[in-house]
């Protein structure tokens, strides 16, 4: 069999010893470096956020894990947006990370500095931790895997150097294999993301994790019901669906009705339109989907006259609401938006 690659009008060049990292990266790291690669030079961490769906500290982790690996470089730009040594022709391409210099051994450019360790430093913390043993032993039956050198590493530097407890990182590992997130620089950036909000301890890490698996469990409730599929939301759609679900306290049944309608007048899954019929809801009291779907039955009523009931579907009601046409302004400026409103 043989494949030929349609390149079309441009191509993406690879470096070669990148992909001797690709079984270490995560799929984020991945997406990340064909993205810098394509843009290639400095380029802006807003788009590239927008571009990929992602957050800027997944962007910072996956650009300094790159640069870690000697793929990429991270470099300032000067006042004038020059790069340093962009006059010579066999300098290598680099990355500007939001103006800041990349340092060595961070994972993100605003985080502790997580240190690697010698053997011999990892003899020894072992040897003076008995129980740093039984921690590795039960996070690698936990993702099913047995760690690397490196991968250790992380782990004494996680107990070591952020103070966290076994119970702690035990129960970060338990959370990334649920979430099927089975890489241990996967806990390795939670960690640090949790540490740097000042959540430190076992009991306050089982609250963020219940917070963290409910805002979860009602975003793939919305992509299911919207068809998203299992891409990450934008945090524009995040919003919405916080506001749906946890400020007006909406369920899936209310939220369901306003999907139909918005179907049925727009021919798309837009969640800004649902948004507005949603804000309109909310506005008016009303709580229950018992409630909604009488709404709707009377506003349909009230715009065909009185006439019988299925003259027309529930969306009708919405064709020349003036309330929602100026709800549609705010959401769509003067035009109606595709899917997730981009």
Same mark, same amino acid.
């Given at each position: 069999?043989?494949?030929?690659?349609?390149?079309?009008?441009?191509?993406?060049?690879?470096?070669?010893?990148?992909?001797?990292?690709?079984?270490?990266?995560?799929?984020?790291?991945?997406?990340?470096?064909?993205?810098?690669?394509?843009?290639?030079?400095?380029?802006?961490?807003?788009?590239?956020?927008?571009?990929?769906?992602?957050?800027?500290?997944?962007?910072?982790?996956?650009?300094?894990?790159?640069?870690?690996?000697?793929?990429?470089?991270?470099?300032?730009?000067?006042?004038?947006?020059?790069?340093?040594?962009?006059?010579?022709?066999?300098?290598?391409?680099?990355?500007?990370?939001?103006?800041?210099?990349?340092?060595?051994?961070?994972?993100?450019?605003?985080?502790?500095?997580?240190?690697?360790?010698?053997?011999? *430093?990892?003899?020894?913390?072992?040897?003076?931790?008995?129980?740093?043993?039984?921690?590795?032993?039960?996070?690698?039956?936990?993702?099913?895997?047995?760690?690397?050198?490196?991968?250790?590493?992380?782990?004494?530097?996680?107990?070591?150097?952020?103070?966290?407890?076994?119970?702690?990182?035990?129960?970060?590992?338990?959370?990334?294999?649920?979430?099927?997130?089975?890489?241990?620089?996967?806990?390795?950036?939670?960690?640090?993301?949790?540490?740097?909000?000042?959540?430190? *301890?076992?009991?306050?890490?089982?609250?963020?994790?219940?917070?963290?698996?409910?805002?979860?469990?009602?975003?793939?409730?919305?992509?299911?019901?919207?068809?998203? #599929?299992?891409?990450?939301?934008?945090?524009?759609?995040?919003?919405?669906?916080?506001?749906?679900?946890?400020?007006?306290?909406?369920? *899936?049944?209310?939220?369901?009705?306003?999907?139909?309608?918005?179907?049925?007048?727009?021919?798309?899954?837009?969640?800004?339109?649902?948004?507005?019929?949603?804000?309109?809801?909310?506005?008016?009291?009303?709580?229950?989907?018992?409630?909604?779907?009488?709404?709707?039955?009377?506003?349909?009523?009230?715009?065909?006259?009185?006439?019988?009931?299925?003259?027309?579907?529930?969306?009708?009601?919405?064709?020349?609401?003036?309330?929602?046409?100026?709800?549609?302004?705010?959401?769509?400026?003067?035009?109606? #938006?595709?899917?997730?409103?981009?």
């Amino acid at each position: 069999m043989k494949i030929i690659p349609n390149y079309k009008n441009s191509v993406t060049v690879i470096p070669t010893h990148a992909i001797l990292y690709f079984e270490e990266a995560t799929a984020d790291d991945i997406v990340v470096l064909l993205a810098v690669l394509r843009h290639g030079g400095s380029f802006d961490p807003s788009r590239i956020c927008e571009e990929l769906s992602m957050d800027g500290s997944t962007l910072d982790a996956s650009l300094n894990f790159w640069a870690e690996k000697d793929v990429i470089s991270v470099v300032e730009e000067d006042e004038a947006g020059r790069l340093p040594g962009a006059e010579d022709k066999n300098e290598p391409e680099i990355v500007k990370i939001r103006g800041e210099v990349a340092k060595p051994r961070r994972k993100t450019l605003q985080r502790p500095d997580v240190p690697s360790y010698t053997a011999e *430093e990892t003899t020894s913390f072992m040897e003076l931790n008995e129980e740093t043993s039984a921690l590795l032993d039960s996070c690698q039956q936990i993702i099913g895997k047995m760690f690397s050198t490196a991968e250790t590493n992380i782990i004494i530097g996680l107990m070591d150097h952020l103070g966290l407890s076994e119970d702690y990182i035990g129960l970060l590992f338990a959370h990334a294999a649920k979430k099927d997130r089975r890489s241990v620089r996967y806990v390795e950036k939670l960690a640090i993301d949790l540490f740097d909000k000042g959540i430190t *301890e076992y009991s306050a890490l089982v609250e963020e994790l219940q917070s963290m698996e409910e805002a979860d469990s009602r975003e793939s409730m919305v992509r299911r019901i919207f068809g998203l #599929g299992k891409r990450s939301l934008t945090g524009k759609e995040k919003g919405f669906v916080n506001n749906w679900c946890v400020t007006w306290n909406y369920g *899936e049944d209310v939220i369901g009705i306003a999907y139909e309608i918005t179907v049925a007048n727009t021919n798309e899954a837009s969640m800004p339109y649902a948004n507005a019929i949603l804000e309109k809801w909310h506005g008016k009291g009303l709580k229950t989907a018992a409630e909604v779907e009488k709404f709707v039955e009377d506003e349909k009523k009230k715009k065909s006259g009185g006439g019988k009931k299925g003259d027309k579907g529930a969306a009708s009601s919405f064709d020349t609401d003036d309330f929602f046409e100026k709800a549609l302004t705010r959401s769509y400026g003067d035009k109606k #938006g595709k899917n997730g409103g981009k």
